[in-house]
C-alpha cells in the first residue's frame, strides 16, 4: 500500500506540473491573427487557462514560500487547488468572452452577439470531456446565462470587463480567509495587470 500510495502521489505531482507549465508555454508560442470565430474560440480558451493558473499557482507560491513544492504531494490540498482551478478558469472564460465579442460589437458592428454562447458552451463542452465537474459546469452555464441577459455590449468592454474572474481567484483560492483579507488588493490586481496584456495582444490580433 505504501509503494502505490507513494507512486500515485508522483504521478499527481507530475500530472499538475504539467498543468502548470502547459499553459505558459501556450502563451510564450507564437501570436496567431484572429481571422474568425474559430480562431476566437481558442484565443479565449488558451488564454482564459494561461491568466486562471498563473495567478493561482503563482498567488499560492507567494503565499506558501518554500513549501509550495510540498503542496504537490498532499492530496487533500490538491483537490481543493483542483476545485478553485475550475471554478476561477469557468468565469474567467466568462470575461474574456463577453470581453472579446463585446469590443467586436462596439467597433465592428456587425458582428453577432449570439457568437458568445457559441463560443463559451463549445469551450465548456470540451472541458467536461477534459475532467470539469459536472457541478461546476451546471454553475457556470447558469452564470453565463444570467450575464448574458444583462450585459451591454456596447458599454462591457470599457466597463471593468475583466471584475468577476479577479474575485472568482479571490473566491476559490485555498488560502486561509485572515491572509486572504490582508492580500486582497494584490490578488486582484495581480489578474487585472495580466487581463490588461490579454487584452491588448487580443486587439493586436484581430483580423476579421
Known sequence: MGIKYRLKLKDLKLEYLIEYFSPLIKYLSPKKKINNYSDLKEFVKKKSAWVSQETL????????????????EDEIFLGSINKAKWN??????????FYSISYLKKNFDQHNTEQAKEIYF?????????GMPNDILDKAKKEFENRYEKINWIEHCDSLPFNESALALYEWSPIAEE???LDKKIVL????????????????????
Do not use: C, H, P
Not at 476561477?88 to 468572452?97: E, G, K, N, P, S
Not at 490586481?189 to 476579421?208: G, M, R, T, Y
Open 57 to 72: 499557482y503563482g498567488y499560492l507560491k507567494t503565499r506558501m514560500g518554500a513549501k509550495y513544492v510540498l503542496m504537490f
Open 88 to 97: 476561477i478558469y469557468a468565469v474567467a472564460l466568462q470575461d474574456l468572452t
Open 122 to 130: 463549445q469551450i465548456l463542452d470540451e472541458e467536461q470531456k477534459n
Open 179 to 181: 491572509l486572504k483579507t
Open 189 to 208: 490586481n495581480s489578474i487585472i495587470l495580466k487581463w490588461d496584456n490579454i487584452a491588448k495582444e487580443f486587439k493586436n490580433l484581430i483580423n476579421f
